[in-house]
């Protein structure tokens, strides 16, 4: 699959952080086995001319994800936090373009291109194809890519490249990003 990445592709890599691996503060089962997976799709990546973004969950103090405020999640990914930082082995070029989400105090955003100008920036570089990986499979990732889809995107999730935050969640993720178009997702 990585020999398919061309011209008018790009690499994004969601909340690949230290607060959704294990250890964190909202630890994904198995989130940091993402990190070798992606590493070699960020090799392929420079190889290929192929742009690289990553998104980062970067939320201010008593955010309204927070159960403290209503929300569904303990604090997580505080801005300029050690949670909040990209795993320290996941091998980011010099030329990553990051993508902060999760600023504003009235709501959250789960999806990378939730107000953030992120389908637009894609469009200026010439992107058509996105392959996506990262954390969480059944939050983030999937608000990301129903997004890049409905965007008009050709969008392909790196199954290998993910873990979800519950394996039911994961299962009904996969389901909905499969009937949103995207590929790479097994029939069924
Ligand atoms: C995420 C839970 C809360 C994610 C972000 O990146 O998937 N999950 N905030
Ligand atoms: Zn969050």
Not at 32 to 51: C, K, M, S, T, Y
Not at 80 to 104: I, M, N, Q, W, Y
Not at 119 to 136: D, M, N, P
């Amino acid at each position: 699959m990585i020999a398919e990445m061309t011209t008018g592709d790009a690499l994004l890599i969601v909340d690949v952080q230290n607060d959704f691996c294990p250890g964190g503060a909202l630890p994904i089962a198995e989130g940091d086995a993402v990190v070798p997976v992606l590493n070699r799709w960020i090799e392929q990546a420079a190889a290929r001319g192929v742009p690289v973004y990553a998104s980062r969950d970067w939320h201010p103090v008593g955010h309204v994800s927070f159960e403290a405020s209503g929300g569904p999640w303990p604090p997580h990914c505080l801005q300029d936090s050690e949670g909040a930082r990209f795993h320290p082995e996941l091998k980011l070029p010099e030329t990553v373009v990051k993508v902060t989400k999760g600023v504003r105090f009235d709501q959250d955003q789960n999806s990378a291109f939730d107000q953030t100008g992120l389908a637009e920036e894609l469009r200026q570089r010439g992107v058509k194809r996105l392959w996506v990986g990262g954390l969480a499979e059944d939050v983030c990732v999937l608000a990301t890519v129903l997004d890049g889809c409905r965007e008009g995107f050709e969008v392909h999730l790196i199954p290998d490249a993910t873990r979800p935050v519950s394996p039911e969640g994961g299962a009904r993720a996969r389901q909905d990003m499969q009937r949103a178009g995207a590929h790479g997702l097994a029939a069924g």
